[in-house]
């Protein structure tokens, strides 16, 4: 009895710091991206006075839009513990197939922009049951697509852009309301929308459910398989969206439309939160993980850093982002963990119950009571 009251009187003081170490965890996961963009933002500030002004801020903001339909898509596959390589590949082929259609054969280009719908979804779900049905790893099995589609790309377009774009498009890519272009507002409706079917929706619980622990999501009558494959097809034609504003604001079909966007995207998709190993994240997060990766590209252009740094600024933040998945995963959750396991406060009858001890003798494998 002794020995079980000495270890439940632990220090006062080193619960304390449990505590504050685990509130420190709960801060650095929820809102530590925010202040880092934040600071971030003060710093370009100090160092270029053109960084705040309102003509920069809105540039920053349509610069991120492609990048944040890309990363929006992209949220869905990782969740499931997944992975898409061929999102910059499914966006220049939705580029030159699109337009293909609308130059090559005269279609509307209404027609057009459905087929590279279109083809965004066979995209992903080809990506899907290749995962799904075949088993084969997502990082193989859309590596495969990334070079399929590339070459496919490049064999309808023979290696050149089609052209010219119809003007509809290119208007609507670069339409401002009030002095402010229409994709950011449509942006942000689609991540809303996506926020919506993350956390109200059946669906979006089963996708947390497979991407934590896919046995345990079967075993509760989780449609694995199909979540996956929905998962990726929803990639897949938002990777054809953003190759689609692509294509209106390049005002060609571009087989390298989306050329090398894909480590890009999931750097931002990491950073804002939504960990490789699947099960946690949200869309929020990555919004602002593809605003800090558009801030440095605005800060290197701002800066006048030569272009040739750009790549080495990406693989340098793609390194932070997966290292910073290692530590959140490793670190932050064992330190909330470590908070759940942390005894009530002595000293108050309600709150203090008596130590019980372990039984002993014959009787010691006996239930006490009934069993449920």
């Given at each position: 009895?002794?020995?079980?009251?000495?270890?439940?009187?632990?220090?006062?003081?080193?619960?304390?710091?449990?505590?504050?170490?685990?509130?420190?965890?709960?801060?650095?996961?929820?809102?530590?991206?925010?202040?880092?963009?934040?600071?971030?933002?003060?710093?370009?500030?100090?160092?270029?006075?053109?960084?705040?002004?309102?003509?920069?801020?809105?540039?920053?903001?349509?610069?991120?839009?492609?990048?944040?339909?890309?990363?929006?898509?992209?949220?869905?596959?990782?969740?499931?513990?997944?992975?898409?390589?061929?999102?910059?590949?499914?966006?220049?082929?939705?580029s030159v197939l699109s337009m293909g259609a609308v130059v090559r054969y005269g279609w509307?280009?209404?027609?057009?922009?459905?087929?590279?719908?279109?083809?965004?979804?066979?995209?992903?779900?080809?990506?899907?049951?290749?995962?799904?049905?075949?088993?084969?790893?997502?990082?193989?099995?859309?590596?495969?697509?990334?070079?399929?589609?590339?070459?496919?790309?490049?064999?309808?377009?023979?290696?050149?852009?089609?052209?010219?774009?119809?003007?509809?498009?290119?208007?609507?890519?670069?339409?401002?309301?009030?002095?402010?272009?229409?994709?950011?507002?449509?942006?942000?409706?689609?991540?809303?929308?996506?926020?919506?079917?993350?956390?109200?929706?059946?669906?979006?619980?089963?996708?947390?459910?497979?991407?934590?622990?896919?046995?345990?999501?079967?075993?509760?009558?989780?449609?694995?398989?199909?979540?996956?494959?929905?998962?990726?097809?929803?990639?897949?034609?938002?990777?054809?969206?953003?190759?689609?504003?692509?294509?209106?604001?390049?005002?060609?079909?571009?087989?390298?439309?989306?050329?090398?966007?894909?480590?890009?995207?999931?750097?931002?998709?990491?950073?804002?939160?939504?960990?490789?190993?699947?099960?946690?994240?949200?869309?929020?997060?990555?919004?602002?993980?593809?605003?800090?990766?558009s801030m440095v590209s605005n800060a290197v252009n701002l800066l006048g850093v030569p272009?040739?740094?750009?790549?080495?600024?990406?693989?340098?933040?793609?390194?932070?982002?997966?290292?910073?998945?290692?530590?959140?995963?490793?670190?932050?959750?064992?330190?909330?963990?470590?908070?759940?396991?942390?005894?009530?406060?002595?000293?108050?009858?309600?709150?203090?119950?008596?130590?019980?001890?372990?039984?002993?003798?014959?009787?010691?494998?006996?239930?006490?009571?009934?069993?449920?």
């Amino acid at each position: 009895m002794q020995l079980h009251s000495e270890r439940r009187a632990a220090p006062a003081g080193s619960d304390d710091r449990r505590i504050s170490l685990s509130s420190l965890g709960r801060l650095v996961s929820g809102q530590g991206l925010l202040v880092v963009i934040l600071a971030f933002g003060l710093l370009l500030h100090l160092l270029s006075a053109d960084f705040l002004t309102p003509a920069n801020l809105v540039n920053l903001l349509y610069q991120s839009t492609i990048l944040g339909v890309f990363a929006i898509g992209m949220t869905f596959v990782i969740l499931t513990s997944g992975i898409d390589l061929s999102v910059g590949a499914t966006a220049g082929l939705t580029s030159v197939l699109s337009m293909g259609a609308v130059v090559r054969y005269g279609w509307p280009p209404i027609i057009g922009i459905l087929v590279g719908l279109a083809v965004g979804l066979v995209v992903g779900l080809i990506n899907g049951a290749m995962v799904t049905k075949l088993g084969i790893s997502p990082l193989i099995a859309t590596l495969a697509t990334l070079s399929a589609t590339t070459g496919v790309a490049f064999a309808y377009s023979r290696g050149s852009n089609i052209t010219p774009v119809p003007q509809m498009l290119q208007d609507a890519v670069n339409a401002k309301t009030l002095g402010i272009p229409v994709m950011i507002p449509a942006v942000l409706v689609l991540a809303v929308l996506a926020h919506f079917l993350l956390t109200r929706t059946t669906y979006g619980r089963s996708i947390y459910a497979v991407g934590g622990n896919p046995e345990a999501a079967l075993l509760a009558g989780i449609r694995v398989a199909r979540v996956k494959l929905a998962a990726y097809a929803i990639c897949g034609v938002t990777a054809a969206v953003a190759g689609i504003m692509l294509t209106g604001r390049l005002a060609s079909g571009s087989p390298r439309a989306g050329d090398g966007i894909e480590l890009t995207v999931i750097a931002a998709v990491v950073i804002g939160g939504t960990s490789l190993f699947g099960g946690q994240g949200n869309i929020r997060g990555t919004m602002l993980g593809v605003l800090l990766i558009s801030m440095v590209s605005n800060a290197v252009n701002l800066l006048g850093v030569p272009s040739s740094y750009d790549q080495i600024v990406q693989g340098v933040v793609i390194f932070a982002a997966a290292a910073l998945d290692v530590y959140r995963s490793r670190y932050l959750q064992r330190g909330l963990s470590r908070k759940a396991a942390i005894p009530p406060p002595t000293g108050t009858p309600d709150n203090d119950p008596a130590p019980v001890l372990a039984p002993t003798g014959p009787s010691a494998g006996a239930p006490e009571g009934p069993q449920r």
